[in-house]
């Protein structure tokens, strides 16, 4: 039985003696009670959300000034935006295109010159494909 079905038992009981400072009293606790389980599936949320966060940190490799996701067997994702990444834990894509010197953020437009030291370990992945890992 869940903290709502109980308190609705209890309820019932009070109604049922005919105690109104009881049901008043329970009716507050009950208000108390569905705050508490409304800031638990909050903070439950944001767990899951923090949790994605860390395993997607876990995965970006800083390097040329950038980010780049390592997506398994020395394959890489990116360049990502390290402006929005450090600054609000956002996944942001910058592009890349092989005609401009820049990889330009369309989020927050930062822009960084690629280096003239070469591609980082392995050439960024061509596709283009929107990433939203923190999204709601
Ligand atoms: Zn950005």
């Known amino acids: ?4 079905e109980a308190m609705k038992d209890a309820l019932r009981v009070a109604d049922s003696i005919k ?3 009881l049901k008043l009293k329970l009716a507050a606790v009950q208000m108390e009670c569905a ?3 409304e800031d638990n599936a909050q903070l439950r949320q ?3 959300d923090l ?5 997607v940190r876990q995965e970006m490799d800083y390097a040329n000034d950038v980010y780049w996701r390592v ?3 020395g394959k890489r994702d990116g360049p990502f935006c390290p402006k929005c990444l450090d600054g609000k834990a ?6 890349n295109q092989a005609s401009d010197r820049y990889w330009r953020c369309h989020v927050c437009d930062h822009v960084i010159e690629k280096s003239g030291r070469g591609s980082p370990r392995n050439s960024p992945s061509r596709e283009d494909k929107g990433m939203d890992f923190f999204g709601s």
């Open 1 to 4: 039985m869940g903290w709502y």
């Open 19 to 21: 105690d109104a400072d």
């Open 35 to 37: 705050k508490l389980s």
């Open 46 to 48: 944001e767990l899951v």
């Open 51 to 55: 949790r994605k966060q860390a395993e």
């Open 71 to 73: 997506a398994g067997e």
């Open 90 to 95: 956002m996944l942001a894509r910058m592009s």
